[in-house]
């Protein structure tokens, strides 16, 4: 196909949307707009529990003693059953009126002594048997965050760089199916681009445009993603958190080659 006519038919895509690369427009001349994506799933590492401690009495002195003796036996557990280096923290000591209505009336109901407590866990199974010697009760109160992934932010910098060698590699073969040359990157992202004739952003499964009108391949799928599979079940002490179930991470980097024809 003539350059002309590729320079007319790139026109109809939209503009993308930059991340890594500042240019926000499709180029004018002949280009490849290709998609690279990387996935990899691990196990998670970071189990988090957080306690809520609170005790309403009408002496003042009472309700902290009660409330600091409850935070020892929490801290304690913590140690006892390996909570992670550095993750245990144990917010200050807050003291309040507490009120309750009464015939639309609101009544002094003592003073509230409060503290919350957070702690990190290698695996579920220190955490489930955290939970299992915890006392839970109306004025110790637990709950359980998501599972993470320790190393999050280094998997996601190596995911991305597998798919934008994989962008490199896609261009490469497309080019050389085509008989025309990549002439130099015109930007590179990790949004998708949202084409003007119908394809939107987040359901660009794994077609590729170039600048000559082409496309190929089918199907929808997600942005940039992290799934979490697994079961669930219910602690002794009333917390719920998830068992110990993969993490997937997957990265999508799209970018721009500028194409002439000939080798």
Not at 15 to 25: F, M
Not at 29 to 34: M, R
Not at 41 to 47: E, K
Not at 185 to 190: A, K, V
């Amino acid at each position: 196909m003539k350059l002309l006519s590729a320079l007319l038919l790139s026109t109809t895509l939209a503009a993308v949307a930059p991340a890594w690369g500042q240019a926000n427009t499709i180029p004018s001349q002949p280009h490849l707009l290709v998609k690279g994506s990387a996935t990899r799933t691990v196990m998670p590492d970071r189990f988090t529990v957080k306690v809520a401690l609170e005790t309403v009495d009408m002496q003042t002195d009472v309700a902290r003693a009660r409330v600091q003796a409850n935070a020892e036996r929490v801290l304690q557990l913590f140690a006892q059953h390996g909570a992670i280096d550095g993750s245990v923290s144990a917010a200050n000591l807050s003291i309040a009126p507490s009120t309750r209505y009464r015939n639309d009336e609101e009544v002094f109901n003592g003073t509230a002594a409060s503290r919350d407590l957070k702690a990190e866990f290698s695996d579920a199974q220190a955490l489930k048997a955290f939970l299992g010697d915890l006392k839970a009760s109306r004025e110790v109160q637990v709950s359980t965050a998501e599972p993470t992934y320790s190393g999050e932010r280094r998997l996601r910098g190596e995911l991305k760089a597998e798919a934008a060698a994989q962008t490199r590699e896609s261009a490469k073969g497309l080019a050389g199916a085509y008989g025309t040359t990549i002439t130099g990157l015109y930007s590179i992202s990790d949004v998708a681009p949202n084409f003007a004739y119908g394809v939107q952003a987040g359901t660009w499964g794994t077609q590729v445009h170039d600048g000559f009108g082409y496309s190929r391949g089918s199907g929808g799928e997600t942005l940039d993603k992290v799934a979490v599979t697994g079961s669930r079940y219910r602690a002794a002490s009333g917390g719920e958190l998830l068992t110990a179930a993969p993490i997937t991470y997957t990265e999508n980097v799209y970018a721009i080659f500028l194409i002439q024809d000939g080798p």
